[in-house]
RNA sequence: GCGGGUGUGGUGGAACGGCAUACACAACGGACUUAAAAUCCGUCGGGGAAACCUUGCGAGUUCGAAUCUCGCCACCCGCACCA
């Protein structure tokens, strides 16, 4: 009977279902561990093949900890709130939530067809009114604690589309929907103060286990800095301009300084500008610019002189003039600077562009010739009290010198800007905010949450920007929950990063009505254990779900700081041609074809074999072919059964050293090397011609994580009356993996020059002796002095001289 | 520009500082077939008579370097006028 994929894993998957073989216990008495991997957004092309490379892997981690005896969650859900899907809804009439329910349904059937074990009674769907009724719980909790506020920020307008358009929207400064501009508009929307946290969303990443790399990038995006804050006075007003600056020590080669275009004190100042229409043209001009543009315009500053008022530096006591340049952003800082162009490469430019002084405050380079920045340390010059001390000394003195006079002190800046969290969209969750002209902004009371989406029919958004919600009138009137007077409802929505930010909690306990999860269920399965997902997450998501954990945390709602312990991140699949998958270039595998040709088996283990799991790697439909040859070799082993019981004297080592490997890869994610020792303990049993009904379950207890239908199958085939998912992960004898003999290189001065056979116990005199009289050896060693042997593990290395 | 990563056969990739190229893919040869596919067995870095050369390039440390140090080069991924 030959492998037959297509009836074998369709009879296995009805097992594991029928037994609820992966469903997580209540019995919160035993060890749990909680693997997790990102739910998919369940988008209307169906399953990509990146998607079973994270879930393979954990899938592997989560089948061998129930094997060690654990209590396993691994749960699936879907991240069902999003722009494609309202996108198509628009193109097509259909709603939305029509168009999810027939996506995630083609998702779920692919899931299952691949095997994963999840825990499929405890699914959660963000858009589902009973699990959004919690998103906008935790949002009203974070509103009662002032971390939610509405701010008049610029959003990006699509002005062929005449629609707000998320940052994800945006691809090089046009729509990614029609490619026309995306201007900024200003409007008002709903933030989160994620900047509160953001001091602690640095300090606890030293307590998990992350790969570096994401600790990295998210430390750099956060983006702290030390310095101060110092007012420089305007001359001739009770007016100042506050700047930051991470390096106070040159506050001497402070020459001039930048405000931002949009800066407020412009206004202020307005009567003593005599250039004021000059300086309002070069305003408007940058207004009227977006982001990209401006970032465009790097290689060529410009700006513009405040005629008629100057600045103080209050380190030299001397005027110094203010110009306006978009090089200054308003968003970071104060949006004012003081230039110094002797150790600044942008001030540096910009002082050489308008012939402003350059002075040198740092020693050690040519100021004149260039801005002079590699000074981590050395000796100030020119500047007074400062002078000879080095910079490390310096920026304290300054700092001490500012605060002792009343006009600066030390100051802590980051990069991390609050979140904005309205979407002007309607396939989202709706902000249960309501607007009273008498209250202000007052909270669906708790009571009446979930605060549904209304039906509507048109998911257009409005010609002004607005959300559609703002057409569903009879929705959008509603009484003040406060005083009853005529009030209106927030139309705008949450952007989908909202349902994802807590999904992980309500998996330990999904169909709870009354809480977003019981303490004990939460107190039991967190924190996660073990969570895999894209790199390109790792600012949003990873970064906005610590961040509700960390608030959940503070109001009791959690009782760790951090949801995740360890985090590790997959490569990107490529396609054949080592381009990016997309549509456009026509490179996509679907998995659907792959799985009905050669098996869902064959394309878990194709995708861990493809080569290390962390690195992005193309597709190569030949390579995932061999690893179905595989499977049919590992499928021929039965008929190469001898009637013998147990693991075999020679085949001792083989099997524990083979058991040994992968147990230890699959806990390192080195997925294609625990492969290759199983494919090499294969090719060894075929050397030999037969094998055991023993050494044959090892393997394929072995290899059931990866490839769990056929394993189960043989399992059975070969009469074991225990099904593997049942059965406890195999141990090694380290004693079992000594040789009797070893071979051992012998080298030359560092070069192989042959080998030798000992037995594993000789002691290194013998051995010396061994590779001294080795044949292959003499010729190089015949007449030479040997000035020493060194005896290593498995090499062995004669010295000679001349 | 800053930060991170990668560089090994025709290809994907292995290798606690210790016999470079495991395991696969492709290719080639053989067996079995009327034939093909499948399968099984074998060859497979370069150079060749040997010597020898080979982990992006160049130095260094070491008895010994793909691996450690320094300096370059190329590609990939983030961030980017962040004061």
Redesign the pocket.
Known sequence: MNYDPKTTELKWQKIWEDDRAFEASCDHSKKKYYPLIEFPYPSGSGLHVGHPRSNTALDIIARKRRMEGYNVLYPIGWDAFGLPTENYAIKTGIHPKKVTEQNINRFRAQLKRLGFSFDWSREVNTSDPAYYKWTQWIFLKLFERGLAYKAEIPINFCISCKVGLANEEVVDGVCERCGSEVIRKVKSQWMLKITEYAQRLIDDLDNVDFI??VK??QR??I?R?E?AEVDFKIFNSDLAIR?????PDTMFGATYM?I?PEHPILNKLQDSILNMAEVEAYRQEAAKMS?FE??E??KE??GIELKGVKAVNPATGMPIPVWV??????????????A?PGH?E??W?FAKKFNLPIVEVVKGGDVLQAAFVDTASGMMVNSGFLDGMDVKEAIPAMIDWLEGKGIGKRKV?F?LRDWVFSRQRYWGEPIPLIHCEKCGWVPVPESELPLELPDISDFMPSDDGSSPLARAEDWVKTVCPKCGGAATRETDTMPNWAGSSWYFLRYTDPHNQNELASKEALDYWMPVDWYNGG??H??LHLLYSRFWHKFLYDIGVVSTPEPYMKRTSHGMILGEN?E?MSKSRGNVINPDDFVDELGADSFRLYEM????FD????W?T??A???R??L??VW?LREMLTGEKGIRPDMMSEVHGTIKKVSEDYERM?F??A???M??L??AF??KGDVTADELHTLLVLLYPVAPHIAEEMNELIKNPVPLYRTPWPTWDESALVKSL????V?V????RG?IEVSSGLDNKSIEEAALGCEEVLPYIEGKTVK?V?I????V?I?ISG
């Open positions: 570096e790399k990295v990038q750099n995006w983006g800095s310095g700047v930051y600056t991470t390096r930048v931002a982001d401006r970032s315009l790097v500053k410009t340049s978009n090089y200054v952003l308003m968003g970071y800082g104060t949006g004012a600077i003081m110094v600044d942008r001030d430019e800046n990069k790199m390109e790792t600012t080592s990016k074999f493809i080569g290390a690195q992005p790697i193309p190569s030949q390579g072919r061999g690893c040859r595989f049919d070799r021929r080195k294609n090397t492969i290759a020792a494919m090499s294969v090719n075929y050397n070893i071979e051992l290189g080298q001065n560092g070069k192989v080998r020493k060194i290593a593990r498995n090499i290395n010295v």
